[in-house]
């Protein structure tokens, strides 16, 4: 899997980018389609932010940041594998800072879109292991 062809539905996405930085610090090279070259596939990306605390006024206080991305990896031999990650921040929302915490919530998204795309390459490396096994 040191050769890929990189596919998703938005090639041009926060995600897709992230995915695209991590291969390439990873010294894996992007190829166009070939018969001969496996497929990584970015299926599904869906953030999520759900209420984990409240202050005493009834405004929200603490709030957990979910991402998950599913991905596929498509061997030249056309087994199909899927692969999925899931990263889970906590985040302090304070809302008489609006524009710091805009701010500070899209860096933490940002890296846990770095974090995905990490695990991503480290769980496609565990697949590479277990192919060449069998």
């Known amino acids: 899997l040191q050769t890929l062809n990189f596919e998703s539905a938005n090639p041009y996405g926060d995600m897709e980018l992230a995915m695209r930085k991590q291969l390439q610090l ?15 596939r970015l299926n599904k990306t869906t953030f999520e932010d759900k209420v984990a605390s409240v202050f005493k006024q009834g405004r929200e206080a603490e709030k957990i940041l979910m991402l998950e991305v599913v991905a596929s990896v498509r061997m030249p031999d056309q087994q199909t594998y899927p692969l999925s ?15 710091a915490k805009s701010a500070e919530k899209e860096v933490i ?26």
């Open 26 to 40: 990873n010294n894996i090279q992007l190829t166009e389609k070939r018969a001969d070259v496996s497929v990584l």
């Open 85 to 99: 990650v899931k990263i889970r921040r906590t985040f302090f929302d304070n809302s008489r800072a609006a524009l």
């Open 109 to 134: 998204m940002n890296d846990m879109r770095e974090q995905a795309a990490r695990q991503l390459i480290s769980k496609m490396v565990a697949l590479q292991h277990q192919v060449k096994g069998k």
